[in-house]
């Protein structure tokens, strides 16, 4: 038997959690960088004249994102291993906080506002 085996795989319920949602945040990432690429390649073989679209800056954000989720899956794996010699250990240690989720939130949030002002403005263009 595994001593305090609840705790271990929650940790683990915990690291798996963060790992699914970096990859989500990365595969969103993708999705930005791949949809504007489809975009320019159609307004080019239109023959009407289509605004300029801004897929430079999509693919900025776009890979923005896929290091974001990169960054989720370090920090993720770092607090993994650190909570698990943690629960391991026979003495009781106090919570360390959440000090990296809270930077990680931030940059999706930040991200997130990027986002609503850039597809504003390219409706406001397109219309």
Do not use: C, K
Not at 9 to 32: K, P, Q
Not at 107 to 126: R, T
Request: hydrophobic share 55%.
């Amino acid at each position: 038997m595994i001593p305090r085996f609840t705790d271990h795989s929650a940790n683990e319920r915990t690291y798996l959690a963060w790992v699914r949602t970096a990859i989500a945040v990365m595969a969103f990432g993708f999705l930005i960088e791949r949809f504007d690429l489809f975009i320019a390649f159609a307004a080019r073989s239109d023959a009407h004249a289509v605004p300029t679209l801004h897929v430079r800056m999509s693919e900025i954000v776009g890979l923005g994102l896929i290091l974001v989720g990169a960054l989720m899956t370090l920090l993720a794996t770092h607090r993994y291993r650190r909570n698990r010699q943690l629960i391991a250990e026979e003495e009781l240690h106090e919570y360390s906080g959440a000090g990296p989720e809270r930077v990680l939130a931030t940059l999706v949030v930040i991200v997130a506002i990027f986002l609503v002002g850039y597809v504003a403005q390219q409706l406001i263009v397109l219309s």
